[in-house]
């Protein structure tokens, strides 16, 4: 299957800090990407979803002027979690999609963020 | 409000004997299932889907049975093997294709030698 990278896999920062996260597309061009937020013990909630060179689509609850997320180019989107708060540290992951078909989204192996 | 329900956080199976593991959801728009395997340190992988048009789905050792009355998946292994310990998520989406899927909470399968 295709391959979707994150980077950083784990960060720890302070509160009040922002941190940027990476998420690539190494082997198909995701024309579509997602990034997910699960804290412990709960599922994979959508955060927002991007289409390159267009602006994010943010779920409801989710702010935008918080989770700041460029998807630049077919191959790479990344989400800035602005002035992070303890109550952000959660394990992101991102998805993406190609050609489609039924395997439905490819994912990197997620970001844990520990705000301190 | 979890719409993706997977109410075993874990299931212990002998090898070789069959795992099933259970899903259900609540919003009848929904009309595409997929099951993800997740190991540690890794993004989840696509396992096998099903259209709401079919109640079943075969891939080798895994099976994906639907009941659209009862708004219930589960998902067969058959034989478990101890490669297949790994946290599997069920998800689910509503009428544009696999793009925006709700996802269940997982439940971690350990296969006993």
Redesign the interface.
Known sequence: GAVVSQHPSWVICKSGTSVKIECRSLDFQATTMFWYRQFPKQSLMLMATSNEGSKATYEQGVEKDKFLINHASLTLSTLTVTSAHPEDSSFYICSGTGTGGPQGQFFGPGTRLTVL | D?Q?KQNS?SLSVQEGRISILNCDYTNSMFDYF?W?KKYP??????LI?ISSIKDKNEDGRFTVFLNKSAKHLSLHIVPSQPGDSAVY?C?A?AGT??????????TRLTVIP
Do not use: K, M
Request: aromatic share 20%; proline share 8%.
């Open positions: 979890q993706v956080p997929l993800y340190a890794e993004g989840p992988t696509f889907s998520f998800a989406s294709g696999a793009n925006n899927l709700f996802f269940g909470t997982g």
